[in-house]
């Protein structure tokens, strides 16, 4: 097996050509919807991308929705890009060299030509920086063959029969795209190589966190097999499932192309139109699809019979693979001969007809779509691109949540890029590159020593995986305790959330509260108590006055323990949330 990975991550540090902010307007309403087509063109070398053209052949429109707050007319492709955002640019240099990378002298922006609506100029800018890294694993070194940054892609919403919908709040948020060589070596080491990567850029404290805001694109190939790209792994956890069944699915397809050596492929394999064979059909499938005036149109492959059956995945077989590339065409799939027919109440007698209609000998195989004839002639012509081939192909997979995969697109070209000409040269000298050091900071290995030396063994491990790192490396420098702050980021916000509490602006929220701590105002055990009541926008003083949980201290305290006679357990049972434990044993200690 040879395994390499792309990471995707995204940064929070505005976006990467305009001066909208990184941030999404989830729930909100859009300002504006707009729509579009996009085409392919030619790149410089005067060829079209064949990713991009079967994109194109879809022949679909785009509806992108636009929000005034975080979007503007470089989103729309109205305006042209403006100079890189230098906090990104610093950003991502910065993580270049953390990664023992080789910085380009000069840094070209490129157009990376994309047409399926994801980005409303029909190309993603790219720009690479650097090259030639490593990284250390238990596995030894693996390679970093590149970085670039990128912009993000359109957020995608629902759709519709000749529509695709998309948000452009996302479009143009800064992405770092790293990518390895092919020197990860089982699955369980792919996946240590993605959570170091990550941990790496998290460690920054610029890098975007929550959901979809880290992608991996997994390369995965073995010997006769072919490099398949499984795109948007978003969980760790699934990485070493999809490898290994990626594996074991190249290793079916190659034992079926055993079985295959004897069939010499059709250039043009037998198409008939069917509809009339169904005319008396039991099957609610078709007779609905006749009632739309849509067409049943069918295929021979010959020599096939049995062997679309074949498992590759768990639940997905070689019928599925080629249903996979008919659903490219706009159909929702395929009926095929190795299938039980009579689930889609498809009888003995029109399976013959079909048979016969086609010229089907005993050893062959039919296919069925039915879609109108234009797009049914289109899906059955992919599904015959994909029945002639005799070895495993080169194709880019979708990663579906069952650890399984599906086909997407084949694997783009050199035709795929071209220079971006609206943004001039960057030049990535020394002291570009000592500001990115200092704006990226510590790195990695010295942040994982200062954790150790702020907090217990478990709870810096936790702290330095965590999505609150950066609130809590502040917090830290108020002044606040280390394991005060990170037990209130990491165990507090969780029990407030499984009840029910969910606090949308961590910082904003932790900075404020902190801030009337550090001045006495209350004791450590009343932070659950406050937290909840912040989130009704209420301001510390007021819910210190209404629930009477201003800080016992100093002499006050004293004379509370002068009145409990010196016993601490009652005297915690009636004011718990108003003093400070410490406060009260070091009273204690004087005591005696």
């Given at each position: 097996?040879?395994?390499?990975?792309?990471?995707?991550?995204?940064?929070?540090?505005?976006?990467?050509?305009?001066?909208?902010?990184?941030?999404?307007?989830?729930?909100?309403?859009?300002?504006?919807?707009?729509?579009?087509?996009?085409?392919?063109?030619?790149?410089?070398?005067?060829?079209?991308?064949r990713a991009a053209f079967l994109e194109q052949e879809k022949l679909l429109d785009f509806e992108y929705e636009f929000f005034n707050k975080c979007c503007c007319l470089v989103e729309l492709d109205e305006e042209p890009p403006h100079d890189i955002n230098p906090d990104a640019l610093k950003l991502a240099l910065g993580i270049c060299q953390q990664l023992n990378m080789h910085v380009v002298d000069e840094a070209h922006v490129m157009r990376k030509i994309i047409v399926d609506g994801s980005n409303v100029s029909g190309f993603q800018r790219t720009c690479l920086l650097a090259i030639g890294g490593h990284i250390e694993t238990s596995e030894g070194k693996v390679g970093i063959g590149t970085i670039a940054i990128e912009e993000e892609s359109a957020g995608i919403l629902d759709g519709e029969e000749g529509v695709k919908r998309y948000r452009l709040d996302r479009l143009g948020i800064p992405l770092i795209e790293l990518a390895t060589e092919p020197d990860i070596k089982s699955p369980e080491h792919c996946r240590e190589v993605?959570?170091?990567?990550?941990?790496?850029?998290?460690?920054?404290?610029?890098?975007?966190?929550?959901?979809?805001?880290?992608?991996?694109?997994?390369?995965?190939?073995?010997?006769?097999?072919?490099?398949?790209?499984?795109?948007?792994?978003?969980?760790?956890?699934?990485?070493?499932?999809?490898?290994?069944?990626?594996?074991?699915?190249?290793?079916?397809?190659?034992?079926?192309?055993?079985?295959?050596?004897?069939?010499?492929?059709?250039?043009?394999?037998?198409?008939?139109?069917?509809?009339?064979?169904?005319?008396?059909?039991?099957?609610?499938?078709?007779?609905?699809?006749?009632?739309?005036?849509?067409?049943?149109?069918?295929?021979?492959?010959?020599?096939?019979?049995?062997?679309?059956?074949?498992?590759?995945?768990?639940?997905?077989?070689?019928?599925?693979?080629?249903?996979?590339?008919?659903?490219?065409?706009?159909?929702?799939?395929?009926?095929?001969?190795?299938?039980?027919?009579?689930?889609?109440?498809?009888?003995?007698?029109?399976?013959?007809?079909?048979?016969?209609?086609?010229?089907?000998?005993?050893?062959?195989?039919?296919?069925?779509?039915?879609?109108?004839?234009?797009?049914?002639?289109?899906?059955?012509?992919?599904?015959?691109?994909?029945?002639?081939?005799?070895?495993?192909?080169?194709?880019?997979?979708?990663?579906?949540?069952?650890?399984?995969?599906?086909?997407?697109?084949?694997?783009?070209?050199?035709?795929?890029?071209?220079?971006?000409?609206?943004?001039?040269?960057?030049?990535?000298?020394?002291?570009?590159?000592?500001?990115?050091?200092?704006?990226?900071?510590?790195?990695?290995?010295?942040?994982?020593?200062?954790?150790?030396?702020?907090?217990?063994?478990?709870?810096?491990?936790?702290?330095?995986?965590?999505?609150?790192?950066?609130?809590?490396?502040?917090?830290?420098?108020?002044?606040?305790?280390?394991?005060?702050?990170?037990?209130?980021?990491?165990?507090?916000?969780?029990?407030?959330?499984?009840?029910?509490?969910?606090?949308?602006?961590?910082?904003?929220?932790?900075?404020?509260?902190?801030?009337?701590?550090?001045?006495?105002?209350?004791?450590?055990?009343?932070?659950?108590?406050?937290?909840?009541?912040?989130?009704?926008?209420?301001?510390?003083?007021?819910?210190?006055?209404?629930?009477?949980?201003?800080?016992?201290?100093?002499?006050?305290?004293?004379?509370?323990?002068?009145?409990?006679?010196?016993?601490?357990?009652?005297?915690?049972?009636?004011?718990?949330?108003?003093?400070?434990?410490?406060?009260?044993?070091?009273?204690?200690?004087?005591?005696?």
């Amino acid at each position: 097996m040879k395994c390499g990975i792309e990471i995707h991550q995204r940064l929070d540090t505005g976006k990467l050509f305009c001066r909208c902010p990184s941030s999404l307007c989830e729930g909100e309403e859009p300002d504006l919807r707009v729509k579009r087509n996009l085409r392919a063109s030619k790149s410089e070398v005067g060829e079209i991308d064949r990713a991009a053209f079967l994109e194109q052949e879809k022949l679909l429109d785009f509806e992108y929705e636009f929000f005034n707050k975080c979007c503007c007319l470089v989103e729309l492709d109205e305006e042209p890009p403006h100079d890189i955002n230098p906090d990104a640019l610093k950003l991502a240099l910065g993580i270049c060299q953390q990664l023992n990378m080789h910085v380009v002298d000069e840094a070209h922006v490129m157009r990376k030509i994309i047409v399926d609506g994801s980005n409303v100029s029909g190309f993603q800018r790219t720009c690479l920086l650097a090259i030639g890294g490593h990284i250390e694993t238990s596995e030894g070194k693996v390679g970093i063959g590149t970085i670039a940054i990128e912009e993000e892609s359109a957020g995608i919403l629902d759709g519709e029969e000749g529509v695709k919908r998309y948000r452009l709040d996302r479009l143009g948020i800064p992405l770092i795209e790293l990518a390895t060589e092919p020197d990860i070596k089982s699955p369980e080491h792919c996946r240590e190589v993605a959570e170091k990567i990550g941990m790496i850029l998290r460690a920054t404290g610029k890098a975007a966190r929550g959901l979809g805001t880290i992608r991996q694109d997994i390369n995965v190939s073995i010997p006769e097999g072919a490099r398949v790209e499984i795109k948007g792994v978003q969980d760790l956890k699934s990485i070493p499932l999809i490898v290994e069944t990626e594996v074991k699915r190249q290793e079916a397809l190659v034992l079926l192309l055993g079985k295959l050596k004897g069939v010499k492929p059709e250039e043009n394999p037998k198409e008939a139109d069917l509809t009339k064979v169904f005319a008396q059909t039991s099957s609610a499938l078709i007779r609905r699809g006749i009632g739309a005036g849509h067409s049943i149109m069918g295929m021979l492959l010959k020599g096939n019979a049995g062997l679309l059956a074949t498992e590759l995945q768990p639940g997905r077989r070689y019928g599925t693979e080629l249903s996979d590339y008919a659903k490219t065409a706009g159909v929702k799939g395929i009926i095929h001969s190795d299938e039980d027919l009579s689930k889609y109440k498809i009888g003995t007698a029109e399976a013959d007809a079909v048979r016969k209609s086609l010229g089907a000998k005993e050893d062959d195989a039919f296919v069925l779509v039915v879609a109108p004839e234009g797009t049914a002639r289109m899906a059955l012509a992919r599904v015959a691109t994909r029945a002639v081939m005799r070895e495993v192909p080169g194709e880019t997979r979708k990663a579906n949540q069952d650890g399984t995969t599906s086909y997407m697109r084949p694997l783009p070209g050199r035709a795929r890029m071209y220079p971006e000409t609206d943004i001039p040269v960057l030049e990535l000298g020394e002291s570009l590159l000592e500001d990115s050091r200092k704006y990226t900071g510590e790195g990695l290995e010295a942040k994982e020593e200062k954790l150790a030396s702020l907090l217990n063994p478990q709870m810096a491990k936790r702290m330095l995986k965590s999505r609150n790192l950066g609130v809590f490396e502040e917090l830290v420098e108020m002044g606040v305790e280390p394991m005060l702050a990170a037990s209130t980021l990491e165990d507090t916000l969780v029990a407030l959330r499984r009840g029910g509490v969910e606090i949308s602006d961590i910082r904003g929220t932790m900075e404020e509260l902190f801030s009337y701590y550090l001045k006495g105002s209350f004791a450590k055990s009343a932070i659950i108590e406050i937290l909840p009541a912040l989130m009704q926008g209420k301001k510390v003083p007021e819910i210190l006055d209404e629930r009477q949980l201003h800080k016992i201290s100093g002499g006050e305290l004293a004379k509370l323990l002068e009145e409990h006679k010196g016993n601490m357990g009652e005297l915690m049972r009636n004011y718990r949330l108003r003093v400070d434990a410490k406060e009260v044993q070091e009273l204690l200690a004087k005591r005696v």
